[in-house]
């Protein structure tokens, strides 16, 4: 059984930072491609970044290209979101979610997920 538990979230103020952390379990982890997700209330899920297995190709939204970086550490296991410069638009519950398909490039396909941390950005 594969397992996902995001960490890290909080309430931070405008500008500030959070760093996410999704340690994965359960199935090789240098085998999976890797994402972060997230949702606002009343929006549906939506694609932050994601890294490939292998050479670790990240691809991040437009909404936050810049700000936040993906990255991974396959000797531990976990995928990492940090988020700087964070804005209160980036507030939301934020999802970590493994791919063991050949290619993930949307959220149908990723197969595992975990059960989300909240981020709330204050102004």
């Known amino acids: 059984q594969v397992q996902l538990v995001e960490s890290g979230g909080g309430l931070v103020q405008a500008g500030g930072s959070l760093r996410l952390s999704c340690p994965v379990s359960?199935?090789?982890?240098?085998?999976?491609?890797m994402g972060w997700f997230r949702q606002a209330p009343g929006k549906g899920r939506e694609f932050v970044a994601s890294?490939?297995?292998?050479?670790?190709?990240?691809r991040y939204a437009d909404s936050v290209n810049g700000r936040f970086t993906i990255s991974r550490d396959n000797a531990k296991n976990t995928v990492y979101l940090q988020m700087n410069s964070l804005k209160p638009e980036d507030t939301a519950v934020y999802y970590c979610?493994?791919?063991?398909?050949?290619?993930?490039?949307?959220?149908?396909?990723?197969?595992?997920w975990g059960q989300g941390t909240q981020v709330t950005v204050s102004s």
């Open positions: 359960g199935r090789t982890f240098s085998s999976a491609h």
């Open positions: 890294i490939t297995r292998g050479d670790a190709r990240t």
């Open positions: 979610a493994a791919s063991y398909r050949l290619y993930a490039t949307s959220a149908r396909d990723y197969d595992y």
